[in-house]
């Protein structure tokens, strides 16, 4: 009976640790906001990520049109008029709101 309660013990120990450590993991993706992607990144690259919609190669990637921007997308995460702002494609970076990738979704609305 004594091996029961340590074990629950040890248990609940561990998953208070666990479940307190849970929501620092988010902590880094924040502090490291404020870095921008870069165009040369090979997943950047990949998807066509340019800083300026109109630098876009419609050759490449016939889908482009200019009007399609970071900041119409639905994968921005940016306020209106901030000029950089964070994407669910680049976790932890920011793109520019004039820019493009070829993973741009009309934002809904």
């Known amino acids: 009976m ?15 640790v666990a479940a307190t450590a849970l929501p620092l993991g988010a902590i880094p993706l924040t502090l490291k906001a404020g870095e921008h992607v870069d165009e040369a990144d090979p997943a950047a690259s990949a998807l066509g990520y340019r800083h300026d919609t109109a630098a ?3 050759a490449k990637f016939p889908q482009h049109a200019p009007d399609q921007v970071c900041d119409n997308c639905q994968l921005f995460q940016g306020a209106d008029a901030e000029g950089w702002g964070g994407c669910a494609i680049f976790p932890g970076k920011q793109v520019n709101a004039k820019g493009w990738c070829s993973a741009w979704v009309k934002k809904a609305g």
């Open 56 to 58: 876009v190669d419609g």
């Open 2 to 16: 004594n091996n029961r309660k340590v074990a629950r013990r040890t248990f609940l120990r561990t998953s208070l």
